[in-house]
């Protein structure tokens, strides 16, 4: 009697600890769907209020677009680092002028059969979007469009032809001085078409000791490259008008 009195206070004990446990597990489980929901909604706060100040029509504003990128995580963000954080908003000024000082000019003439620029308007136009940097006006060679598709994996000959004008990126125009010290491989450099930024672009790199990388990994210095485009292209020598 005493026996079968003491199992059943056992059983007793035993199923209470199990009913504690369960309700402590549940309370943890709502506990951290709580945090999960306070996180989701913490996220997409100020994308709401960005679009309360800005476009009352829900369009997307440039603030949009920022505080979304800065949601998308670290290595997408690293991977569409603008020119701002790059440090090229320094002495370059502010992208609307060439090498020279000049006004900038369109890179392809109208009738060239592809248009060239980062937004494909012809011109060497500056946007912080555009993570290659495509700065560089220049007559393209032949020389230079085999080497850049068989070294560097960036094959431009369904865009662009030998005696075309084409926006090339700054890493490209570093390949060229690279591989050719001399006649950069046949390409010549426009002046007063090639944004004023380019230089700029450079010297973040140089300060920064990084080397310039082609879509194939070669890695390219950009202290020549630097250095061809001063040669060349005099900073503040455009003629005035």
Known sequence: ?????????????????????????????????????????????????????????????????????????????????????????GEGGDGTRNLLGGALVPCSPPDQSSQTGWNRDGACAWDEGDRGYHAVCAKMDDAFLKSSAETDGNDLSSVVAKGEYWCVCAWAWASAVSRDPVTYEGLELQCDRSNEKLRDVYRSYIDSHRGMSSPSGASYGPEQALEAVNKLCPANSATEE
């Open 1 to 89: 009697m005493a026996t079968s009195f003491y199992g059943s206070m056992r059983l007793k004990a035993n199923g209470a600890d199990d009913d504690s446990m369960l309700s402590r597990g549940k309370a943890v489980a709502r506990v951290m769907a709580v945090l999960v929901v306070f996180a989701l909604v913490g996220s997409y706060l100020p994308i709401a209020a960005v679009r309360v100040a800005g476009g009352r029509d829900g369009t997307a504003t440039t603030s949009d677009t920022a505080i979304l990128g800065a949601h998308s995580g670290a290595a997408a963000v690293a991977a569409s680092a603008s020119a701002a954080a790059l440090g090229t908003e």
